[in-house]
């Protein structure tokens, strides 16, 4: 059963960078087929696709938040990151990762999801 | 930009079928997806390309789409299925876009 677990600090500066990492286990991140994306929720709020990263290292983001986010991937432990940066307390959500599933190029979606955490942006 | 709009809340009794839609331009192109949350824990998948179920989901939950309108149906819905729904689905473009998520109350 593939599983993902999101780790990393939960309380930020304002300005300062957002770092997470998703580990993977029950299976590859090398596999193909799939990219591994970052998705948020501010509380009490609905859900905001971050981006996404295959396996190769190639990169999609969110139009909205491209200018500030860094996805990158450690095939060697089986990992992926997220930064953000700058951030303000509009940026306070959970954090989740997911593996994505594909149906062509354009039609995806999210198969496995982390258990989240969260992200707090407060000096 | 392209949005999904679903209804922000439903409510039916124990046993009782509920109906949640989800409405946009782009669904007769594109598959629909329905994610369940419950409260305090991360989104699950129970219906995927319109109609097909996740192994493991239970058989109560169903999916459908026509037009422009996509809907989750619960058959007899059960007090534990009260939670946060959310369509989801890619615009012409690829770009994701999640419904604003409608909250099933089972009482």
């Known amino acids: 059963q593939l599983q993902l677990q999101e780790s990393g600090s939960g309380l ?15 299976g590859s991140i090398s596999s193909g087929g799939y990219s591994w994306s970052w998705i948020r929720q501010p509380p009490g709020k609905g859900l905001e696709w971050i981006g996404y ?14 200018s500030r986010v860094t996805i990158s991937v450690d095939r060697s432990k089986n990992q992926f990151s997220l ?19 594909y149906v062509d190029a354009d039609d995806y979606y999210f198969d496995y999801w982390g258990q989240g955490t969260l992200v707090t942006v407060s000096s | 930009s392209y949005e999904l709009t679903q209804p922000p809340s439903v409510s039916v009794s ?7 839609t989800c409405s ?46 996509a809907t989750l149906t619960i058959s007899g819905a059960q007090v534990e299925d009260e939670a946060d729904y959310y369509c989801y ?9 999640f419904g604003g998520g409608t909250k099933l109350t089972v009482l």
């Open chain 1, 12 to 26: 930020v500066k304002p300005s300062q960078t957002l770092s997470l990492t998703c580990a993977v286990s029950g």
């Open chain 1, 53 to 66: 990263i295959y396996h190769s290292g190639s990169t999609y983001y969110n139009p909205s938040l491209k």
């Open chain 1, 83 to 101: 930064k953000l940066s700058s951030v303000t307390a509009a940026d306070t959500a959970v954090y989740y990762c997911a593996r994505t599933a």
């Open chain 2, 14 to 20: 124990p046993g009782q079928t509920a109906r949640i």
């Open chain 2, 24 to 69: 946009g331009d782009a669904l007769p192109k594109k598959y629909a997806y329905w994610y369940q949350q419950k409260s305090g824990q991360a989104p699950v998948l129970v219906i995927y390309e319109d109609s097909k179920r996740p192994s493991g989901i239970p058989e109560r939950f169903s999916g459908s789409s026509s037009g422009t309108m």
């Open chain 2, 89 to 97: 689905s890619t615009d012409s473009s690829g770009n994701v876009v």
